[in-house]
């Protein structure tokens, strides 16, 4: 079982509205990421955080806003979003962000299932 | 490892056999890499990985092999079982820079009794 905790699992929203995505883990990881999924593609990145602060930002749209309020929480904002935004958001970490290299994989959660109507 | 196309290659199997999913990359300075598993409606699960000093490492019941010649990377699944059902999907990443893992397309792994 993955120890990166995401919620909800479903979620669907209209395009004016304003919801979130959260994210937990405990394992003492320092670098946490938002990847977003489409059906039948591979995850792509959105934003890496490395000690709570951002510093990857995959030039996503400002639609999607990003927070870290502290070392375990990651939340992705989301407001006035489009329907092909529609995708599993995936939260994952690893020990921090220097180099991927064994020891320092990066580990998912199950995701979120967004649906923009 | 770039994605391309909009239908994952699919790999179909019978319970017992031995499986093999391929990968190639396309970055040359990669120099780390990844097999997830992901389940339908679950996020990937970390496998194995290798770094690119090693041609091959071995897990419970799986196996990869790279080859940095040629840029291609593979499971091996060994004694396959209707679990081990999934999306595998390969990722590179290259050390030297942030923590960015690039995915490959993925494949279905469709195992039969």
């Known amino acids: 079982d993955t120890e990166v905790t995401q919620t909800p699992k479903h979620l669907v929203m209209g395009m004016t509205n304003k919801k979130s995505l959260k994210c937990e883990q405990h394992m003492g990881h320092r670098a946490m990421y938002w990847y977003k999924q489409k059906a039948k593609k591979p995850p792509e990145l959105m934003f890496v955080?490395?000690?709570?602060?951002?510093?990857i930002n995959e030039s996503v749209p400002s639609r999607f806003s990003p927070e870290c309020p502290n070392s375990s929480l990651l939340n992705l904002h989301l407001h006035a979003l489009q329907p092909e935004d529609s995708a599993l958001y995936l939260c994952?970490?690893?020990?921090?962000?220097?180099?991927?290299?064994?020891?320092?994989?990066?580990?998912f959660g199950e995701g979120s299932w967004l649906t923009v109507v | 490892g770039e994605s391309v196309g909009l239908h994952l290659p699919t790999l179909s199997v019978q319970e017992g056999d031995n499986s093999i999913i391929n990968c190639a990359y396309s970055?040359?300075?990669?120099?780390?890499f990844i097999w997830y598993k992901q389940e339908s409606g679950k996020g990937p699960q970390f496998i194995i990985d290798i770094r690119s000093n090693m041609d091959k490492r071995q897990g419970q019941r799986v196996t990869v092999l790279l080859n940095k010649t040629v840029k291609h990377l593979s499971l091996q699944i060994a004694a396959t079982q209707p679990g081990d059902s999934a999306v595998y999907f390969c990722?590179?990443?290259?050390?030297?820079?942030?923590?960015?893992?690039?995915f490959g397309a993925g494949t279905r792994l469709a195992v039969h009794p």
């Open positions: 990722a590179e990443a290259n050390s030297g820079g942030y923590n960015k893992l690039i």
């Open positions: 955080y490395s000690y709570e602060k951002l510093s």
């Open positions: 994952a970490s690893s020990q921090d962000e220097d180099r991927v290299v064994s020891g320092n994989t990066i580990y």
């Open positions: 970055n040359s300075a990669s120099d780390y």
